[in-house]
């Protein structure tokens, strides 16, 4: 069994920055990859960020590229979502989740435990 609890969401203006954090436990973080996915009022969630098991290679939606920068930890089984420039249309709930192969996908059907997600809203 796997928990995964995330922290650092807010409310922060237009061009504003956000650094969030998942903390899993376990002892089998270092194997899987890690994402982030993001769901907001009245639309269905969808992906932001993953990172492989040893944080050699990331992807990104298009929409966060060149702002969001995912990153881990493994020492401290701890996954990063750092958010630059953040935009009115970022806000929404942000969830961290395990994928269930070392590998990161852009799908959330490969993901099996969730965190409970953090509030990001970004003010204009």
């Known amino acids: 069994q796997v928990q995964l609890v995330e922290s650092g969401g807010g409310l922060v203006q237009a061009g504003g920055s956000l650094r969030l954090s998942c903390a899993a436990s376990?002892?089998?973080?270092?194997?899987?990859?890690m994402g982030w996915f993001r769901q907001a009022p009245g639309k269905e969630r969808e992906f932001v960020a993953g990172?492989?098991?040893?944080?050699?290679?990331?992807n990104y939606a298009d929409s966060v590229k060149g702002r969001f920068t995912v990153s881990r930890d493994n020492a401290k089984n701890t996954v990063y979502l750092q958010m630059n420039s953040l935009k009115p249309e970022d806000t929404a709930l942000y969830y961290c989740?395990?994928?269930?192969?070392?590998?990161?996908?852009?799908?959330?059907?490969?993901?099996?435990?969730w965190g409970q997600g953090t509030q990001v809203t970004v003010s204009s």
């Open positions: 989740a395990k994928h269930k192969n070392p590998w990161a996908t852009m799908r959330d059907v490969d993901c099996d435990y």
């Open positions: 376990g002892r089998t973080f270092s194997r899987y990859a």
């Open positions: 990172i492989n098991w040893s944080g050699g290679s990331t």
